[in-house]
């Protein structure tokens, strides 16, 4: 098995919904997204996906998290925009991306602080 990872960020504001401490203020992040696939095989140049593909295809999803306050953007003008939640809603629409693609999706992480962060695997 073969796993490849890539990182990438975006900086937003969020505050949490029903939360009574600090987060139910409004306060920004530079939220760190982790994004790990796996392959059983390596295609004719040994590559199990492109990582530049994979890249530009998480920018398109957390693209639109960027520089806006979190719960004014679907999902989250519904869903409270915790790590964990913004986890599965990268994990749900990258999926979708790959449907098509021999790699599959295995586990997304949110870093919310260097110290803080969530992952989503799902069962
Ligand atoms: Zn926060």
Redesign the pocket.
Known sequence: MYQITVEQHFDAA?FLRGYHGK?EAT?G?RFLVIVTLQAKTLDEIGMAYDFTVLKRQVSEIIGRFDHVCLNDVPPFDKVNPSSENIASVVFNELQIKLADASATITRTEVW?TPQNRAAYIPD
Request: net charge negative; glycine share 0%; aromatic share 0%.
């Open positions: 969020h987060c306060h992040h919310e």
